[in-house]
């Protein structure tokens, strides 16, 4: 007889069509100056940190004009492109394709692409004399081509970009109807410096071409240092970079960060959405936009008018995770589902090892683990006769009640900024933990963050993150600690490998980190053999070891060269480095 899997609730992470923010407020007026048709060209950018909801916002533009048939809508993401070489000729490409592919009258069809191979025909040019530039080309080519293709053009012939404008709007010529091409660039914070500057420079093309609009999705901090950095660390890049972002963004617009209110309304309806049909989702998700568009709160509340209605517990969890999340996390819609995917697994880990906690419980736990991580060992590694006692003294601590002989004092290894969790419901004292404590220290390894404060936790989540700035911030202050301290922090490090896909992000962790402190090199080298080898190791974490300038980790690339075991791509990566260290 088949048993049936347990049932595991997850949210993924694609950016979704149905509005759970409360976005319209920035969608309206985005859509509203792209249909102004006295505006043109136009480039909007949507900004807002990691994991603030840019993608989302993207498709819900697009969504707008679905049923819109004179605006033709292309959405590119440049971070994606298989060729990172020619970001530029792909953006080009993708927009012109995008627009071929929209024409509705095949007739009108034909000529657009005969036009649309037209401009093609330019960027290949263009790209020829690159990758030949580069010497990327190795078949023989005639010196008289090769002059040729380096030759001024004529600014009118066809294998010119002077003109390219020109030959865009005969093409768009071609179409009447459309009145508007909206480009929708997505995850351009996540480009290399390059690749960045590449995007902007295609998009510069058609800012002289009526009718083109773009938005783009990104952190503008982080565009901004991405073209700093493009100018190899000119003297004024950072004010040249500022200028240039504003020369071609003329409408720069921040998403606004969940307020508790919305964040509670946003779990809400992730958790509600898991038992609910998509129609119900949509009614419900509705409502929470008519309270908030009225100024009511708590946003999910008064269900009367509704066929379905969220259940009491799934609002109460909801209301928990709002108050016990910090605030930056909070305030970030990305943060919050992985925080309840972590919840998922752990529940459906525990349902089948026999574990049985209520779900409340193991979400105030969770966040014991994940905001106070030394405190939550103190808790799991002491003796199961001395926990209740501890607990009680913990929740006395954070809110005494008076009575005579009440220990109120906080518990050795307990961390005072652990207040507000202890005394936020539900109370602990009573419940029976040690199952639950049991498997979540063997899940974690309760005694891997046992030597480091959760400052220097703090520290390492930066360090990991995607933000270059906040990186070099934190390196710089793990830095100052003492030499036994980094020592443990960089084993907390490399062990939060197991959690991710590939040991990229911790390599590159670990470099920025070992070039402030070189003497931890041999350790970093140790750590990137025992826990980032094998299939986790990456060719961008090659490219961070070759190009860290520590001689123990360019011995690992040399390694990496010879190793059969890794995959070709890490093995091609290595020799290729390898190459450039010894022209160097």
Aim: proline share 5%; charged share 25%.
């Amino acid at each position: 007889m088949a048993v049936t899997p347990p049932q595991i609730r997850l949210w993924d992470d694609n950016p979704s069509t149905l509005d759970l923010l409360g976005f319209d407020a920035v969608v309206e007026p985005i859509v509203a100056a792209v249909r102004e048709r006295n505006i043109h060209p136009l480039t909007l950018s949507v900004q807002s940190p990691w994991g603030g909801g840019k993608s989302t916002i993207l498709k819900l533009i697009e969504a707008e004009f679905k049923e819109d048939d004179t605006c033709f809508v292309v959405s590119t993401n440049p971070w994606a492109y298989d060729d990172q070489g020619d970001v530029k000729g792909t953006l080009i490409s993708e927009i012109l394709h995008g627009i071929e592919s929209q024409v509705p009258d095949q007739g009108t069809k034909e000529k657009v692409a005969a036009k649309a191979k037209e401009l093609l025909g330019r960027i290949s040019w263009s790209r020829a004399a690159v990758a030949i530039a580069k010497g990327a080309l190795t078949f023989q080519v005639d010196p008289k081509q090769i002059a040729d293709i380096f030759q001024p053009k004529d600014p009118g012939g066809p294998d010119s970009m002077a003109s390219f404008n020109d030959a865009y709007k005969e093409l768009l010529a071609l179409i009447p109807k459309v009145e508007r091409v909206v480009v929708l660039v997505d995850d351009l914070d996540r480009c290399l410096p390059d690749a960045v500057t590449a995007t902007l420079e295609a998009i510069k093309l058609f800012l002289s071409t009526e009718k083109m609009v773009f938005v783009l999705a990104a952190d503008q901090d982080m565009v901004r240092d991405a073209i700093s950095v493009s100018l190899d660390g000119a003297r004024r890049g950072d004010i040249f970079a500022k200028r240039y972002l504003e020369k071609i963004v003329q409408l720069p617009i921040a998403l606004p960060r969940l307020s508790a209110a919305d964040a509670e309304a946003y779990i809400g309806l992730l958790i509600a959405g898991r038992s609910m049909e998509e129609t119900d989702l949509h009614a419900l998700a509705a409502h929470v936009r008519s309270r908030r568009n009225a100024h009511q709160t708590p946003l999910l509340h008064e269900f009367n008018d509704l066929d379905v209605k969220p259940a009491e517990d799934d609002l109460a969890l909801a209301i928990q995770l709002a108050e016990g999340l910090s605030a930056d996390r909070r305030s970030n819609p990305r943060q919050i589902k992985r925080f309840l995917n972590a919840f998922g697994v752990r529940e459906s880990i525990a349902r089948a090892r026999g574990v049985t906690i209520p779900p409340a419980v193991m979400i105030k736990m969770l966040l014991l683990e994940e905001l106070h991580r030394t405190s939550f060992n103190t808790l799991a590694g002491a003796p199961v006769q001395e926990r209740k006692s501890i607990l009680e003294r913990w929740e006395a601590w954070a809110n005494p009640s008076g009575e005579e002989g009440e220990d109120a004092t906080l518990p050795e290894g307990i961390d005072e900024g652990t207040k507000e969790w202890a005394a936020a419901p539900p109370s602990l004292r009573d419940e029976n933990l040690d199952p639950y404590l049991t498997l979540a220290a063997s899940l974690i390894n309760v005694s891997m963050g046992a030597q480091v404060s959760d400052e220097v936790l703090a520290l390492i989540n930066d360090l990991l993150g995607e933000s270059e700035a906040a990186r070099n911030v934190a390196a710089d202050a793990l830095s100052e600690r003492g030499e036994d301290e980094q020592l443990a922090a960089l084993d907390v490090l490399f062990a939060t490998t197991k959690r991710l896909d590939d040991g990229e992000s911790v390599v590159r962790a670990a470099v920025l980190w070992v070039g402030k402190t070189p003497a931890l090199e041999q350790a970093v080298a140790a750590g990137v053999e025992a826990h980032c080898w094998g299939s986790r190791l990456t060719p961008g974490a090659v490219v961070e070891l070759a190009t860290s300038g520590r001689p123990t980790l360019t011995q690992l690339v040399r390694r990496a060269a010879q190793d059969a075991t890794l995959h070709p791509s890490t093995q091609a990566a290595a020799r290729e480095e390898l190459e450039q260290v010894n022209g160097n």
